[in-house]
Each structure stands twice: as structure tokens, then as C-alpha cells.
């Protein structure tokens, strides 16, 4: 679903489903609403219900058909896998069952919170049909009927009056967080107890009347009957605890058929979950999480207001003007990028204008290609200087890929003339992973071999985002979408540093995940293993070349200390993409050792 102007409005967009949900989302949610596609929906509480499935970047919205209720099916956080089904359902028909996309979300049911905490918190039936109600369930399964073929069912006068009670209330909630935060700076918190002392379970043995004695009261020595009430609370507690703890292991499933033949929510679903674990596992950093924060530097842990549209294409005019301009020094250069790195980190707005102004990305592109292949090949080494503006530009070109899947500016750019910007920016990504220095063993030498390891890390960033626009265009069914992972791949082929530059990528995912270092990956290691896995598995599905250089080059090592009981210890568990990496990392062990 793409936006246009402010960004705040869905193209080819349902108006009175945008209407609905711009009254009921807090504005900056809405405006963050990736998809929303009509689908049959299967759940706990749902059977064959056509609903309209809402999409944003942090949760799975239902409502129905046409909108009344806005529920929240599941947070993208409590996600553990999504993936497409291959089947045919057999309550739809004709065409629609042959075509339809069937999604099954997995995800970790949500453990109960306080009322104040949910921002658009409503009693979970409201909107849906009881299981012990035959009668009105046969009614919506008519109308799944219908509707599939074109006609939608009328409903009777007493369903409706029924279900209007249940309509949500336009006013928001006054709990509600900070819209800047959401999606942005959620960090996953310690489970907590109940705030409020559950009644005692025991009722008090002495009575109430009789007096303390003097000592007693010196010491503060609890009455018998405190001490009985301190055990039910504690009993009370452990057993809530326990059941709180039940209901985080329990797994459900979120079944949606996508009834529209050139439906892509899976390809939403995919790229936001991708974007979210990504995302909410690098905000564990303080580093990181303290670069996409926007604090005002008057008052410290104060968070600014939301830049209006308007503000930010008018900030980014200027800053896109002053990086532009002839004769700019090296040192201004640099310090622009960083602040459209910074301010691309905070801000989505300026991520999609990014893509609209195709002069900014052409420049990045071309500024690339002069610092770390122009002065190179003359000299043959690289300097701190060309690492360091490298690894700031790819690192700023990854930051606009995230979360702008979405934005048609973003094809349009990378598929005009054939991928003419893609394959510049593919070509110019690779680079030689040895160290060609003028002296050897020296301290420069040290620091130079780090900030290669840096830009190497960025550069396996970046074409994962590529990748993952790569998949996305694999599944489409327009045929001028060429941009697939196939054709990223072969436009690499003649690099001359590709082989190595795959084999550095492998060799790192060996290092990490082998017995040699036992402590755990940090937040920043978890993530770039994550990119690293995608990587080698696209190499290994994708192109035979790579695939047999992978093979024949890394499969002991892949066989002798790559071990997922290994990967299993160093991925902390709170981490959200350590489940993701592990499925990755079994995946290119069967590739590699059993093909």
C-alpha cells in the first residue's frame, strides 16, 4: 500500500476504511499503516469471518467488513513465525480457492496487563461471534461467500442492532504512550507483579480487639493475623505468576486467506517483522538507542514533538542543497552524512523523501564509487579516510531501505533504466575484505583492519535490504518487476572481489558461532549474524556459482564448528531475532552439508 503526499493517505486506498481508521489510531500510528488487504480469518475467536486485515509496523489490526471495531489481533513482537500455506480451503470455491494466499501466523499468546496499558484495549469479544451461536456464524459465512464472488450479503436488522453496541468509541485512551515512541523505542521490560495486594487467602487467627504488647510494638513484630494475610498474598502471587507465565508459553495461530489474486500481505507481513525484530533487537543497545531518540538538549530526557510533513521536507531541502553543492570539503561532507543518518534513524518521513529526491541517493552512489574504488585503484591501498565516509554512506543507504518497502518513489529510483542505480550501487558495495596497507604489523595497520571489518559489516547491511527487495519483486507478478534476488546476484557475478567478499561473509558466521567464543552476541552482533545468514542462504538458493564456492570452500567448517546448540547458547533468548537466526543458521547447515 503505497502513500502520497504527506504521506499520511494509502494510494488506490478503501476511503471509508481509511476514514475509520484515521478516527480511531492516534495520528502518527495511522500514518504508519503499511497494508490492509480483505481476508478470510481463522483464529482462537474468529471462524471464516471476512475482515479487513490492518498492518502497521508494530501489530496486526482486524475489523470488520465493513469497519466497526478496531482490534488488535497480535503485536508483531509476540510473532515467532510467519509463513505461507500451501493449500486449498474448502469453504471457498471456483477460482478463489485456487488462488487465494493462505498465512499462518504463529505467535506467543499476550500476557495480561493493566487497563491503562493498552491503548486501544477493548473486551476481546466485541466485534466477534461467540463460538455457541451457530445461527450467526452460518450468516457470515454467507457473506464470505458473497463477497468473494462479488455480492456482498445483507445483513438482517437484529445483527445489526447487536452488533452496534459493540462499535468502538473514537475517543482515545489518556494512557496512551507517546506516539513518537511506538514502534520506535519499545524495549522489552522484566515482567512485573501486580500492582494492587490480592486479597488474603487465610482469615486472621487472633481476634481483632486484642491488644500488642509493648515489645511488640518496639519491634514491629507483625500480628498473627499479618503474618497469615503475608502468606495468602505470597501464595496468590506464585500462583498468578504461574499463570502469567503459562500463558507467555502458549502458542496461537492467526490464519488469513487473502482473497485478492494479486494480493502482497505476506510480502508486508514479512518485510515488518523483518524490520521489527531487527529493529527492537538493536534498540537493546544504548549506543543505538540513544541515536534514534530525539531528546531536547534544554531539557534532558524531555522527547521533542513530531516534526510536522511540511517541517521535514522543508530540513531535508536544505540539507540535500548543502550536500549537493560544488567544492564541498571532505569534513562537511562527512558531518552532513551524519546527519542524515541521524535524522533518517528518527524520523520515517525523511526516509521517503529520501527516495523521491533521486539526486541525494545518485550522489551517495557516485561519492561511493570515488572513495572506495577511484583512489584505491590508483594507489592500490585503502586510507582511514575512504573507510570511514565508506561505511558512512552505506550505512546511510541501508537506513533509507528500512521500513520504505512501501514507498513506490523507492522502485521506481532502483528500477528506472533497466536497475541502471541498483547495479552501480551493487557494484560499488563489494570491495576486496584483505588488507592492502603500506606497512605491515603496525598500529595503523591494526586500526585500518578495523574500520575495513566495520565497512564490511555495513556492506552485508546493506545488500540484505537489497535482498530483501530482491524477494519481494521474486514474488510479483508484473513482469517489468525484474529486480529479483536472481538478478541482484547476476548483476555481482563479475565483480572481481565477489568470491572473497562471500567467503569473508561465511567465514565470519564460522567465527562467531563456533566454540572458540563462548560469551553471548551483543545486540549489534545478533542482527549482522541475522544479515549474514540471509546472505549466504540467497547464495546458496539462488546462484550455482556461489553455491558450489560455498560448498566446496566452507563445508567442514561449516560441518566441525558451526553447531546449533552453539548458536543456541550465544543468542540470548530475549533477543527477538535469536529464533529467526537459529532457523536460518539450520537452514544453511542442510544446504551446505546434505546437498
Known amino acids: 500500500m503505497a502513500r502520497t503526499g504527506s504521506g499520511s493517505l494509502p494510494a488506490h486506498r478503501n476511503i471509508k476504511l481509511d476514514s475509520f481508521l484515521q478516527r480511531n489510531m492516534e495520528r502518527t500510528v495511522y500514518e504508519r499503516v503499511r497494508a490492509y488487504e480483505p481476508c478470510v480469518v481463522i483464529s482462537e475467536t474468529i471462524n471464516k469471518v471476512y475482515m479487513h486485515v490492518v498492518l502497521s509496523d508494530e501489530r496486526v489490526y482486524l475489523t470488520e467488513y465493513p ?76 457473506t464470505i461467500t458473497s463477497t468473494l464472488e462479488g455480492y456482498p450479503a445483507q445483513r438482517n436488522h437484529s445483527e445489526t442492532r447487536t452488533e452496534e453496541v459493540h462499535t468502538l468509541a473514537p475517543a482515545r485512551s489518556a494512557s496512551c504512550p507517546n506516539p513518537e515512541t511506538l514502534g520506535l523505542l519499545t524495549v522489552p521490560q522484566p515482567p512485573t507483579h501486580p500492582p494492587s495486594t490480592p486479597p488474603p487467602l487465610y482469615s486472621p487467627i487472633s481476634s481483632p480487639t486484642s491488644p500488642r504488647s509493648p515489645l511488640a510494638q518496639r519491634l514491629n513484630i507483625p500480628e498473627p493475623g499479618q503474618v497469615q494475610r503475608r502468606i495468602g498474598s505470597v501464595l496468590s502471587r506464585l500462583l498468578r505468576r504461574d499463570v502469567v507465565n503459562s500463558r507467555e508459553e502458549r502458542e496461537a495461530e492467526l490464519h488469513l486467506y487473502a482473497v485478492s489474486h494479486t494480493s502482497r500481505l505476506y510480502l508486508h507481513l514479512q518485510s515488518s517483522w523483518n524490520s521489527f525484530i531487527i529493529r527492537s533487537t538493536m534498540l537493546l543497545d544504548p549506543l543505538y538507542r540513544g541515536r534514534c531518540s530525539v531528546v531536547s538538549e534544554s531539557s534532558p530526557g524531555m522527547r521533542l514533538p ?139 595497520d591494526c586500526e585500518l583492519q578495523a574500520l575495513l571489518a566495520e565497512y564490511l559489516d555495513a556492506a552485508c547491511s546493506l545488500l540484505f535490504e537489497l535482498l530483501l527487495l530482491g524477494h519481494e519483486a521474486s514474488r510479483c507478478s508484473a513482469a517489468d518487476n525484474f529486480l529479483c534476488v536472481g538478478w541482484i546476484l547476476h548483476v555481482l557475478q563479475p565483480h572481481p572481489h565477489l568470491f572473497s567478499f562471500i567467503g569473508y561473509q561465511a567465514q565470519q558466521v564460522v567465527l562467531v558461532l563456533s566454540d572458540q567464543q563462548e560469551s553471548s552476541l551483543s545486540p549489534i552482533q545478533s542482527v549482522v549474524l541475522f544479515q549474514r545468514c540471509r546472505l549466504l542462504l540467497a547464495c546458496l538458493q539462488h546462484n550455482n556459482q556461489l553455491a558450489q564456492h560455498l560448498q566446496s570452500h566452507f563445508r567442514e567448517e561449516f560441518r566441525y564448528f558451526v553447531k546449533l546448540s552453539c548458536a543456541d547458547k550465544k543468542l540470548p533468548p530475549h533477543y527477538l531475532i535469536s529464533q529467526p537466526t537459529l532457523r536460518l543458521v539450520e537452514q544453511i547447515l542442510t544446504l551446505n552439508l546434505h546437498r
Open 306 to 444: 513530531a516534526i510536522s510533513w511540511e517541517r521535514t521536507a522543508h530540513l531535508f531541502g536544505q540539507l540535500s542543497s548543502e550536500l549537493l553543492q560544488e567544492g564541498i570539503s571532505l569534513e562537511s561532507l562527512y558531518l552532513l552524512l551524519q546527519e542524515l543518518r541521524t535524522a533518517a534513524h528518527r524520523n520515517i518521513a525523511l526516509r521517503r523523501l529520501f527516495w523521491r529526491s533521486s539526486e541525494v541517493c545518485v550522489f551517495l552512489v557516485q561519492t561511493l564509487e570515488e572513495s572506495l574504488h577511484g583512489c584505491q585503484s590508483l594507489s592500490g591501498v585503502y586510507t582511514a579516510d575512504q573507510l570511514l565516509l565508506s561505511s558512512l554512506i552505506v550505512q546511510t543507504l541501508a537506513i533509507m531501505f528500512r521500513e520504505t518497502e512501501v514507498e513506490p518513489a523507492r522502485l521506481n529510483l532502483l528500477s528506472a533504466k533497466r536497475g541502471a542505480l541498483a547495479s552501480r550501487m551493487l557494484l560499488a558495495l563489494l570491495c576486496d575484505p584483505e588488507l592492502q596497507t603500506r606497512t605491515r604489523g603496525s598500529q595503523v
Open 67 to 142: 469497519p466497526r471495531t478496531l482490534t488488535a489481533a497480535c503485536s508483531l513482537r509476540r510473532v515467532r513465525d510467519i509463513e505461507l500455506v500451501n493449500d486449498l480451503p474448502d469453504f471457498l470455491r471456483g477460482k478463489d480457492r485456487e488462488l487465494c494466499q493462505h498465512i499462518r501466523i504463529t505467535y506467543v499468546t499476550d500476557k495480561p496487563a493493566g487497563r491503562g496499558r493498552d491503548w486501544l484495549r477493548r473486551d476481546k469479544r466485541v466485534g466477534f461471534l461467540p463460538a455457541a451461536q451457530p445461527p450467526r456464524r452460518t450468516s457470515h459465512c454467507q
